[in-house]
């Protein structure tokens, strides 16, 4: 079965950082881009950021643009976002999400919650 | 704002059909492919649709994908009351170099 575990949300305080975790199962992990979608609360889906499979060409959005990271550790199918300097309005599910603009986000986690106090 | 703009509500009532229409322009939906997502109340967004038209394994073809030029539409047919969901269609933007989204349509079923 085709699965996406995401983990390491939680509660920081403005300013601080989290590491997120999206453990893949179920598919060669390696061959496909893997993005970070999240929806904070009562809104709609906020792409995040992009890596393409061989863990180069990664892309992020304007607003976490030299905030976060995003990488993949294709040994353990595990992909991360490192998320610094955080923000109240980095607050949001985050989910990660398998495939590209053709295929479309295919296989989707259940998400990890984000919580930035101000 | 969204770069792909959506209805914010559509309804109708069971067994009758709706479309959503997702807006966009030459460098996304009009030079990408389009896919369609389903987001039931608590639950992660669903593929419906990708590549503009095609379902996945499981999806039933009462939803059906279309395009044309900077727009898009998802049509569903014989509407149950499960299909009530938060409806989303995305796509990359090359001038943006990331995935967009339309800001989401709320489908009731009457």
């Known amino acids: 079965e085709v699965q996406l575990l995401e983990s390491g949300g939680g509660l920081v305080q403005s300013g601080g950082s989290l590491r997120l975790s999206c453990a893949a199962s179920g598919f060669t992990f390696s061959n496909y881009a893997m993005s970070w979608v999240r929806q904070a609360p009562g809104k709609g889906l906020e792409w995040v950021s992009s890596l393409r499979g061989s863990g180069t060409s990664a892309f992020y959005t304007d607003s976490v643009k030299g905030r976060f990271t995003i990488s993949r550790d294709n040994s353990k199918n595990t992909l991360y976002l490192q998320m610094n300097s955080l923000r109240a309005e980095d607050t949001a599910l985050y989910y990660c999400a398998k495939g590209n603009s053709s295929s479309g986000m295919d296989v989707w986690g259940q998400g990890t919650t984000v919580t930035v106090s101000s | 704002q969204s770069v792909l703009t959506q209805p914010p509500s559509v309804s109708a009532a069971p067994g009758q059909k709706v479309t959503i229409s997702c807006s966009g322009s030459s460098s996304n939906i009009g030079n990408k492919y389009v896919s369609w997502y389903q987001q039931l109340p608590g639950t992660a967004p669903k593929l419906l649709i990708f590549e503009n038209n095609k379902r996945p394994s499981g999806i039933p073809d009462r939803f059906s994908g279309s395009k044309s030029g900077t727009s898009a539409t998802l049509g569903i047919t014989g509407l149950q009351t499960g299909d009530e969901a938060d409806y989303y269609c995305?796509?990359?933007?090359?001038?943006?170099?990331?995935?967009?989204f339309g800001g989401g349509t709320k489908l009731t079923v009457l």
């Open positions: 995305g796509t990359w933007d090359t001038s943006l170099s990331g995935w967009v």
